[in-house]
């Protein structure tokens, strides 16, 4: 049942004419408008004002619904906020095992309610610490995890039955998320009760992040692996977490972020489909990241019809029947590249304007940067900051009070249509193509991204977009203060003197064999987990397990677009 | 002198193993607006092999990007190699996540100029037209 129509949208259409001739026009010949043309940070063009007469095409059953309600537009929770507040997740993790679990315990003491753990290079593609490779970057990202002796240490003291933790983390996902379980099960905390999310989103790997290992379609059976692993044997944790935020930050645009991701997701249920699993059982458990940029309404209208596409995709597509299915959960985290290394502090608030826009979009977990991340990985108290950005929001603004606030909005209602509308018709391009994988392999979403990051820079060298403090209110004698935390050297000989250790005191022998057993299995193509597993218990490294699956999968050459 | 006639030949390199090409992309694409001719290494290269592809490719400048933070180790290395192939007449420039108390001791290393981020492209341009030592 559309909300505007009849008399009223006649009526309105003549009250405009006669205000955009009389008005308007009168207006901009005494004050010009400060631009010929506005366009939201992503491009889309904007008019000076929005009315009923932009969403008369809107049925409110159809297309916003109630909160908690399909097409969920309005949220995926009944009441929201005002049940219980977003999960403030700051992501962290640098230096040894031992720093992590101390920053981990810190955070949890501030009020921080679930844990995010970054992993250094090595880690991220599958190389141990005394990798010829890895020795320079050994835990100056996010800490290095060679073999479970390392993950002990990190969760030492912290029972995995009362936190959750997220690990970014793709190509490696079944190596970590097995030595997560194991850690699980010397404290005493079976796998079905262990809660958290794992990455695993293997596609955008290779159209942002770059963080790939394995050739797509390995890497999309992996994925596949690990969701059935979780679905059936690990049942609260979310076992992949399909990330705009890396496409959007390689300088995709909000509706390509909304696209892609949304493309992936397709990928990636279609390969669980294709082993016979029905949808319902595992599309509960898929969870998604995005990121939160400063166009404040673009952002709010983006999350909003990403909830509206998943769900119509889940059920129309897909035949999805368990309102669940159709849920999209997100994380949110404030975007990395919108923070300028001139004058740091103003990126509180920008931080503050993003993260805003990320609980006005519903997210279910939010990750506020720290002022200081143009320059290093955030100190202490640079952290902190960013977490109190979130408590205040949720404390003091009253904006969680109300569920979806916005909804109504002409222009925010009407800017959810467009951006659905936009990412449509990218997803239907890339179905032409035959889906997400082969468009990578045509270096489609990537050569998209790359214009779009080309064209942005440019209009901010002819100041187009005008960046407070980088290409105007430029401090000439600006002097950088803020601390930096710097990650001591010293990490390195503990890093591989641990390494060496582990690997001289465990039952080689035994490695070998489950190694061995590992490969045969990657050979037969059965879901590799449970082998992994194993030999993750027996301290097989990271690398060597990486490694047999590198022999039998083989490994990705990029495509080099620019 | 026909040298003249040729063009600045650039490449643009990803040392280490992180993969934030955003940069790197952008800057390949004005450099060869700007009539420059620019390879890109693509990522997760060694400063071995980085040198390998600027003597392969007898360039005039080499732009190393990096955001991991290990830039205090590899950037360095790449000057170093370079030198000893007797290519120390080639341009190092750098681009990335680096800390402002950094630079001069890359300088010091050897690297022309850092540009952090904001940095507008023109400048980055201008800087390589000034500084380039073009080849016979």
């Known amino acids: ?562 | 002198m026909s040298s003249t006639e040729r063009k600045i030949k650039v490449l643009i390199a990803k040392p280490g193993l992180n993969g934030h090409d955003r940069g790197a992309k952008v800057v390949a694409r004005a450099l060869r607006d700007a009539g420059m001719e620019v390879i890109y290494t693509g990522l997760r290269q060694t400063p071995e092999q980085i040198v390998e592809t600027a003597i392969q490719e007898d360039v005039d400048v080499v732009g190393l990007s990096i955001l991991s933070g290990a830039h205090m180790t590899l950037l360095p290395r790449v000057v170093q190699l370079l030198r000893e192939k007797g290519m120390d007449d080639v341009l190092v420039i750098a681009g990335g996540i680096i800390p402002t108390d950094d630079i001069p001791k890359l300088k010091e290393a050897g690297i022309a100029e850092v540009f952090g981020p904001g940095t507008p492209l023109k400048t980055i341009i201008e800087f390589i037209k000034k500084n380039v030592r073009r080849k016979g």
């Open chain 1, 1 to 562: 049942m559309v909300m505007f129509k009849g008399e009223f949208i006649d009526e309105l259409k003549k009250k405009i004419e006669k205000w955009e001739r009389e008005c308007v026009q009168e207006e901009i010949k005494r004050h010009p408008e400060r631009q010929e043309e506005f366009r939201t940070l992503s491009g889309i063009p904007v008019k000076r004002v929005y009315t009923p007469l932009d969403v008369q095409h809107l049925d409110y059953f159809r297309d916003l619904g109630l909160p908690g309600e399909y097409p969920f537009t309005r949220g995926i929770h009944t009441t929201m906020y005002r049940g219980r507040f977003w999960t403030m997740r700051q992501f962290a993790g640098y230096g040894t095992a031992e720093q992590t679990n101390q920053r981990f315990k810190y955070l949890l003491k501030e009020g921080e309610t679930g844990l995010s753990m970054a992993f250094d290079f090595p880690t991220i593609i599958g190389l141990d610490s005394d990798h010829p490779m890895a020795v320079n970057e050994i835990g100056i990202c996010g800490v290095a995890v060679d073999t479970l002796a390392d993950m002990e240490i990190i969760f030492d003291g912290i029972p995995l039955d009362k936190v959750t933790t997220s690990m970014t983390i793709n190509a490696p996902t079944p190596v970590l998320l097995s030595m997560y379980i194991a850690v699980g099960e010397k404290q005493g905390v079976p796998m079905h009760k262990l809660g958290g999310t794992v990455q695993n989103d293997a596609l955008k790997e290779f159209i942002a992040q770059k963080s790939y290992v394995f050739p797509p379609e390995p890497a999309v059976k992996l994925v596949a692996d690990v969701i059935e692993f979780c679905v059936k044997n690990v049942p609260k944790w979310n076992p992949i977490s399909i990330s705009g935020y890396h496409i959007r930050e390689a300088g995709a645009t909000a509706v390509q972020e909304l696209a892609f991701t949304i493309a992936d997701g397709i990928a990636y249920v279609e390969a669980m489909l294709e082993r016979g699993i029905d949808v319902d059982e595992f599309a509960p458990r898929l969870s998604f990241f995005f990121a939160s940029h400063n166009d404040f309404f673009e952002e709010i209208a983006k999350f909003r019809a990403a909830r509206r596409m998943w769900a119509r995709i889940m059920k129309e597509r897909f035949g999805a029947k368990k309102p669940r299915s159709m849920w999209l959960r997100f994380h949110t985290q404030t975007s990395g590249v919108a923070l300028t290394a001139q004058q740091p502090e103003n990126n509180i608030i920008r931080v503050t304007i993003q993260a805003l826009a990320a609980v006005l979009g519903g997210t279910q977990s939010l990750h506020t940067n720290s002022m200081d991340e143009a320059w290093a990985l955030p100190s202490e108290k640079a952290v902190r900051i960013a977490l109190r950005t979130q408590q205040i929001i949720a404390h003091e603004s009253g904006v969680a009070n109300v569920v979806d606030p916005l909804a109504g909005s002409y222009y925010v209602e009407w800017l959810t249509d467009k951006m659905e509308e936009e990412a449509m018709k990218y997803i239907d391009r890339i179905d032409s193509m035959g889906g997400m994988i082969e468009a990578v392999k045509k270096g489609f979403p990537q050569r998209e991204i790359a214009e779009s990051a080309y064209r942005f820079q440019k209009e901010v060298e002819e100041k187009k977009r005008i960046i407070v403090g980088v290409n105007e209110y430029v401090d000439e004698k600006e002097k950088l203060e803020i601390p930096l935390l710097r990650v001591d050297p010293e990490v390195v000989r503990v890093q591989l003197a641990r390494l060496k250790k582990v690997k001289e005191t465990r039952d080689n022998e035994r490695v070998k064999r489950l190694l061995s057993e590992l490969r045969k299995a990657a050979e037969r193509n059965e879901n590799v987990m449970p082998y992994v597993l194993n030999a993750v218990k027996a301290y097989a490294t990271l690398g060597e397990i990486m490694g047999v699956l590198k022999e039998v999968y083989g490994e990705y050459q990029e495509l080099i677009i620019f």
